[in-house]
């Protein structure tokens, strides 16, 4: 499934990935997590924990809401929402404990992230994350997958640039990688990758292992893909 410009993507020398609905499928990781989440916050008042998942676009039956901020903004936007359900409550200080619980999560791989990564690595290309999680977790969560040694830079919403969909993260990684930003690709689930891509000059790639769809990512996305196993066809790194 291609979005924009058809066929393979040539002289692409880097790639830099989301992690949450791209290194690993979001709804498998995240909605069982956010749901166990309200509930401590809830501490078994059904009338507060739908609040809450109101507040973050959760609802236990059907999942995360298109528009829900736990998709792609940061610990601190998602503890001000809960905040405000939960007299106080300080949201620096839930932010801390969210970031907390965050990096035990469970991570769900979208695809086998070894094989895919180093096969990418083993074809010459430098390979990063930018997240608007926060470092620490992002990096517990690909220690846990065994595959933090094969990025050049990781970059989390707490590691000194602006978050998502700000370019600074993606900028970052084409100066410490001395690569032009036009030779490098941000593969992503949301629209905030896509337009941190566009910003930044890069190659916007979509998957869809997120929670929006085609019709939300096609105008900003030089193409979609069902999931990040199908990046080395669309490199020119694999026939099938």
């Given at each position: 499934m291609n979005g924009g410009h058809g066929g393979t993507m040539q002289r692409i020398e880097a790639v830099i990935f989301d992690k949450d609905g791209t290194l690993f499928d979001f709804r498998a990781t995240w909605e069982g997590w956010t749901g166990a989440v309200i509930a401590e916050l809830s501490s078994g008042d059904d009338a507060l924990a739908g609040r809450l998942g109101d507040a973050i676009g959760y609802n236990p039956a059907s999942g995360f809401s298109a528009d829900s901020p736990v998709i792609a903004e940061t610990a601190e936007i998602i503890a001000r929402r809960l905040a405000a359900a939960l007299p106080g409550t300080d949201a620096a200080e839930l932010a801390i404990w969210l970031d907390e619980r965050a990096a035990a999560a469970s991570m769900r791989e979208a695809v086998p992230l070894r094989p895919l990564l180093g096969g990418l690595g083993a074809a010459g290309l430098r390979l990063g994350v930018a997240t608007n999680d926060a470092e620490a977790a992002a990096r517990a969560h690909l220690a846990s997958a065994g595959v933090l040694d094969l990025f050049a830079l990781l970059s989390g919403y707490d590691s000194g640039h602006r978050p998502k969909p700000a370019p600074d993260m993606l900028l970052a990684f084409a100066r410490h990688c001395g690569i032009d930003a036009g030779?490098?690709?941000?593969?992503?689930?949301?629209?905030?990758?896509?337009?941190?891509?566009?910003?930044?000059?890069?190659?916007?790639?979509?998957?869809?292992?997120?929670?929006?769809?085609?019709?939300?990512?096609?105008?900003?996305?030089?193409?979609?893909?069902?999931?990040?196993?199908?990046?080395?066809?669309?490199?020119?790194?694999?026939?099938?």
């Open positions: 030779r490098i690709a941000m593969v992503g689930d949301s629209a905030h990758d896509l337009v941190a891509a566009r910003r930044a000059g890069m190659r916007a790639v979509a998957v869809l292992t997120g929670v929006a769809g085609p019709a939300e990512l096609s105008p900003l996305a030089d193409h979609i893909l069902p999931d990040i196993g199908h990046l080395p066809r669309l490199l020119g790194l694999a026939a099938g």
